[in-house]
């Protein structure tokens, strides 16, 4: 009813461009008229009511600037770590030079959200009515302003992501027109890049805006950006593996079950599912590629559009969001030449076998943790509890029992663990999403709300542009004569 009276109060020319529009749907065979109408009728009115979650975090802010300064005033020349030739070489790891407000990863603890495990955001973040699961908005909240939020406060950001869903037309069009060939992270990076045009950020910049205020266009593109990602995804997914239609926005749902609809899966157990991994995907302090690539990029001023799309292209890669797909072709091989039923024994043999092929175990081992990701203990307990007998989640279950022995006689591997690869792709097999190139995008989606925070975070505390120094091998040689060699 709020669309058709919206409509009927448009202006003529209104009519005439929705007429074009609607002309235009007769003809693609890719997209629902749905799918262009909305381009024209927001979901639900734009109210904004909302801006407490704004108003919390400048009041926030100036706090957390006077606290920076006075640390930088009394400690700015204070080391507070070593840089080895070794680190240097390999991929920097474990060098302290990031400032990252919203996670903290812990070796024995793993991953904490503003100071809080992953059990406790289960425990304490609002829920949806009858669910059992965190709703990702309430994690958002928490990355953003530190705080636990009231289920009220949760609704609304879900119906304010709902009021700012649309995508632009050009965007639509771009994916349709996408050939099926084309990865599904491709045509995401793709389109974040194209909705740029929508930035705030951008035309406050333009506009000489304050430096001091960059936050908060920062802030509007973000909320903008969270809010368009799933129906972006939903179209790649519907357009690479379904009809090419994608439902409309409800604004009485939240944002998981939206993402859900559209995507075309509405059973219960799976909207919760998504709302448990949309929420345990979300961040992993700074130092991985997506969150530094985005940090990094939007460091040069870029909008955030741009700086997420470069996230998403580093997301995209093997070594990182690539890794769930990695897992499942595994259990496939090992399925392919042992069976379904595998006894222990045999599981040990096959894990011999691929250590000694050369190849890792995949969904084992972590760069920083060194114990059972807590983000796979969580996907263990879910599946427990909704599909205990499901085949694959049995054999993940023994490899949870057997690997880490195997790794640690090996002795090659600091951790023998599992992470949360070995188990995310088996709670999308269970529901039907068998597309296996479809999972980072996913990732990517649940990924937005971390960097997105972090880099409202950055523009709010003036983070200047990243630019460590390089140097040359012949460089470092020099640097350790000096030292004398050590």
Same mark, same amino acid.
């Given at each position: 009813?709020? *669309?058709?009276?919206?409509?009927?109060? %448009?202006?003529?020319?209104?009519?005439?461009?929705?007429?074009?529009?609607?002309?235009?749907?007769?003809?693609?065979?890719?997209?629902?008229?749905?799918?262009?109408? *909305?381009?024209?009728?927001?979901?639900?009115?734009?109210?904004?009511?909302?801006?407490?979650?704004?108003?919390?975090?400048?009041?926030?802010?100036?706090?957390?600037?006077?606290?920076?300064?006075?640390?930088?005033?009394?400690?700015?020349?204070?080391?507070?770590?070593?840089?080895?030739?070794?680190?240097?070489?390999?991929?920097?790891?474990?060098?302290?030079?990031?400032?990252?407000?919203?996670?903290?990863?812990?070796?024995?603890?793993? !991953?904490?959200?503003?100071?809080?495990?992953?059990?406790?955001?289960?425990?304490?973040?609002?829920?949806?009515?009858?669910?059992?699961?965190?709703?990702?908005?309430?994690?958002?909240?928490? +990355?953003?302003?530190?705080?636990?939020?009231?289920?009220?406060?949760?609704?609304?950001?879900?119906?304010?992501?709902?009021?700012?869903?649309?995508?632009?037309?050009?965007?639509? %069009?771009?994916?349709?027109?996408?050939?099926?060939?084309?990865?599904?992270?491709?045509?995401?990076?793709?389109?974040?890049?194209?909705?740029?045009?929508?930035?705030?950020?951008?035309?406050?910049?333009?506009?000489?805006?304050?430096?001091?205020?960059?936050?908060?266009?920062?802030?509007?593109?973000?909320?903008?950006?969270?809010?368009?990602?799933?129906?972006?995804?939903?179209?790649?997914?519907?357009?690479?593996?379904?009809?090419?239609?994608?439902?409309?926005?409800?604004?009485?749902?939240?944002?998981?079950?939206?993402?859900?609809?559209?995507?075309?899966?509405?059973?219960? #157990?799976? !909207?919760?599912? +998504? *709302?448990?991994?949309?929420?345990?995907?979300?961040?992993?302090?700074?130092?991985?590629?997506?969150?530094?690539?985005?940090?990094?990029?939007?460091?040069?001023?870029?909008?955030?559009?741009?700086?997420?799309?470069?996230?998403?292209?580093?997301?995209?890669?093997?070594?990182?969001?690539?890794?769930?797909?990695?897992?499942?072709?595994?259990?496939?091989?090992?399925?392919?030449?042992?069976?379904?039923? !595998?006894?222990?024994?045999?599981?040990?043999?096959?894990?011999?076998?691929?250590?000694?092929?050369?190849?890792?175990?995949?969904?084992?081992?972590?760069?920083? +943790?060194?114990?059972?990701?807590?983000?796979?203990?969580?996907?263990?307990?879910?599946?427990?509890?909704?599909?205990?007998?499901?085949?694959?989640?049995?054999?993940?279950?023994?490899?949870?029992?057997?690997?880490?022995?195997?790794?640690?006689?090996?002795?090659?591997?600091?951790?023998?663990?599992?992470?949360?690869?070995?188990?995310?792709?088996? +709670?999308?097999?269970?529901?039907?999403?068998?597309?296996?190139?479809?999972?980072?995008?996913?990732?990517?989606?649940?990924?937005?709300?971390?960097?997105?925070?972090?880099?409202?975070? #950055?523009?709010?505390?003036?983070?200047?542009?990243?630019?460590?120094?390089?140097?040359?091998?012949?460089?470092?040689?020099?640097?350790?004569?000096?030292?004398?060699?050590?």
């Amino acid at each position: 009813l709020t *669309r058709l009276v919206y409509f009927a109060l %448009q202006p003529p020319a209104f009519a005439l461009r929705m007429a074009a529009t609607l002309g235009r749907a007769v003809t693609s065979t890719r997209s629902s008229t749905w799918s262009l109408m *909305r381009q024209w009728i927001p979901a639900v009115p734009q109210v904004r009511e909302l801006h407490s979650l704004k108003q919390e975090l400048a009041e926030l802010i100036p706090k957390k600037q006077a606290e920076i300064k006075e640390l930088k005033a009394k400690y700015k020349d204070t080391v507070i770590g070593d840089v080895t030739v070794d680190q240097i070489y390999g991929g920097m790891r474990d060098i302290k030079a990031l400032v990252t407000e919203t996670s903290l990863l812990d070796a024995n603890e793993g !991953i904490r959200f503003r100071g809080y495990s992953i059990a406790e955001c289960q425990k304490l973040l609002p829920k949806a009515v009858g669910g059992d699961e965190p709703l990702p908005e309430g994690v958002f909240y928490l +990355l953003l302003t530190g705080n636990i939020p009231s289920k009220k406060k949760v609704d609304e950001i879900s119906q304010d992501w709902a009021s700012r869903a649309a995508v632009p037309h050009h965007v639509v %069009q771009m994916l349709n027109n996408f050939p099926s060939t084309l990865h599904p992270m491709s045509q995401l990076s793709a389109a974040v890049i194209a909705m740029n045009s929508e930035s705030k950020f951008v035309k406050a910049y333009s506009e000489g805006v304050n430096k001091t205020k960059y936050w908060e266009s920062t802030y509007e593109d973000a909320m903008d950006l969270i809010a368009k990602l799933p129906t972006v995804a939903s179209i790649i997914y519907r357009n690479l593996y379904r009809d090419g239609k994608v439902k409309a926005i409800n604004s009485s749902r939240d944002w998981s079950a939206n993402f859900a609809a559209m995507l075309g899966y509405d059973k219960p #157990d799976f !909207i919760e599912m +998504l *709302r448990l991994y949309l929420t345990i995907h979300c961040d992993h302090e700074g130092g991985n590629v997506s969150a530094h690539a985005t940090h990094l990029v939007g460091s040069a001023l870029s909008d955030p559009y741009l700086s997420f799309a470069a996230g998403m292209n580093g997301l995209a890669g093997p070594l990182h969001g690539l890794a769930n797909q990695e897992v499942l072709v595994w259990l496939s091989e090992l399925q392919a030449e042992i069976g379904i039923e !595998i006894t222990n024994k045999q599981l040990e043999d096959y894990l011999w076998k691929t250590l000694n092929a050369g190849r890792v175990v995949p969904g084992f081992g972590h760069a920083v +943790l060194r114990k059972t990701d807590p983000r796979y203990i969580c996907q263990r307990e879910f599946s427990q509890k909704h599909f205990p007998n499901f085949p694959l989640f049995k054999v993940v279950s023994q490899l949870y029992e057997v690997a880490p022995k195997v790794l640690t006689a090996q002795g090659k591997t600091k951790n023998p663990w599992p992470n949360v690869d070995a188990h995310s792709g088996v +709670l999308l097999q269970y529901y039907g999403m068998t597309e296996m190139n479809y999972y980072t995008v996913l990732f990517g989606v649940s990924r937005a709300l971390g960097v997105l925070s972090s880099l409202v975070w #950055d523009r709010a505390l003036g983070f200047p542009i990243e630019r460590p120094k390089s140097l040359t091998t012949e460089a470092i040689k020099k640097e350790l004569e000096k030292k004398g060699g050590h």
